[in-house]
């Protein structure tokens, strides 16, 4: 009777260690899923760091050869003041989407800023403009490139989290589903084009 007692008891004891272990695994690939998304999310501030630095030498460049567009310029200024002043949260419900505006904003201002720049022959044959312009472009394809990246580690993350019994594990220790990047609205509509 003494032995039956010592197994049964026994082997509770063995069944909470593993389970316990098994917990303690999916919350420490939690963790490491989520600091890999985390991670990566650095990454797509770095690139829009980088495109928001060039952006002051560029204004500067287009100011000496366009004095009289001071409202294209002016936006392109205040655009890029809001973008680098807007933080993301990324557990936080529609953070993602004010940067994303905010980041759009920006955006078009500097497509305003180049349409300008087409209207000044010494401003496009200038050196310093081209480079820039040069590196406004690669960055661009780099934060394309990260955004990428970003959102395969969030699909990643929130698949591992909404697994069984991850699921479980997951509620327990409260691990959110992170946001990913979308395309803007109307994006998928192909362009008109008209030949006159």
């Known amino acids: 009777m003494k032995n039956s007692i010592w197994i049964t008891l026994g082997a509770i004891v063995l069944f909470i260690a593993v389970l316990s272990m098994s917990f303690a695994n999916i919350y420490n690939s939690m963790v490491s899923k989520q600091e890999e998304v985390t991670a990566k999310w650095a990454q797509v501030e770095n690139q829009y760091q980088r ?107 929130n698949r591992y989290i909404r697994k069984f019994p991850n699921n479980v594990v997951k509620g327990m220790f409260d691990f959110e589903k992170l946001p990913y990047f979308e395309s803007k609205e109307g994006t998928d509509i192909a362009p008109v084009v008209k030949f006159n």
């Open 51 to 157: 495109r928001a630095d060039l952006i002051p030498n560029l204004v500067n460049t287009v100011q000496g050869y366009a004095q009289h567009e001071k409202s294209t310029l002016d936006a392109v200024i205040s655009a890029r003041a809001k973008a680098t002043s807007t933080n993301v949260y990324l557990g936080k419900e529609g953070s993602l989407a004010n940067f994303n505006k905010a980041q759009g904003e920006l955006s078009s201002a500097l497509s305003r800023l180049m349409v300008v720049s087409e209207r000044y022959p010494d401003l496009k044959a200038n050196v310093n403009f081209s480079q820039l312009q040069a590196q406004l472009e690669g960055t661009e394809n780099r934060i394309s490139v990260e955004r990428k990246r970003y959102n395969d580690s969030a699909k990643d993350y």
